[in-house]
């Protein structure tokens, strides 16, 4: 069984910086885009920033420039390095990633279970 564990969250005031981190665990053969996404209070879950196997990466619009992507392969870990925050990031962030295990072909989506992110002085 694979998991995501999401570290890094709290409250910090608009024009500050959080580092979010997840860490994957369990019977991984083969890590490919990992991500992460984010829910505000009475919102869909939305796409922030993925990043490939290969660097490639991706932003939402709402985040480009504030927001970088990067990952360990060494470690599995992907990390999201927020700068410039504002009141309108604040949510709940998850990790994604898509794994491939012995038991699991094709690969499949595994979710964190979430990090608190609240941006309000």
């Known amino acids: 069984q694979v998991q995501l564990v999401e570290s890094g969250g709290g409250l910090v005031q608009p024009g500050g910086s959080l580092r979010l981190s997840c860490a994957p665990s369990?019977?991984?053969?083969?890590?490919?885009?990992m991500g992460w996404y984010r829910q505000a209070p009475g919102k869909q879950r939305d796409f922030v920033a993925r990043?490939?196997?290969?660097?490639?990466?991706n932003y939402a619009d709402s985040v480009k420039g504030r927001f970088t992507i990067s990952r360990d392969n060494a470690r599995n870990t992907v990390a999201l390095q927020m700068n410039s925050l504002k009141a309108e990031d604040t949510a709940v962030y998850y990790c994604?990633?898509?794994?491939?295990?012995?038991?699991?072909?094709?690969?499949?989506?595994?979710w964190g279970q979430g990090t608190q992110v609240t941006v309000s002085s």
């Open positions: 994604n990633a898509v794994i491939a295990t012995l038991s699991t072909n094709p690969p499949e989506v595994y």
């Open positions: 369990g019977s991984i053969f083969s890590i490919y885009n």
């Open positions: 990043i490939s196997n290969g660097g490639n990466t």
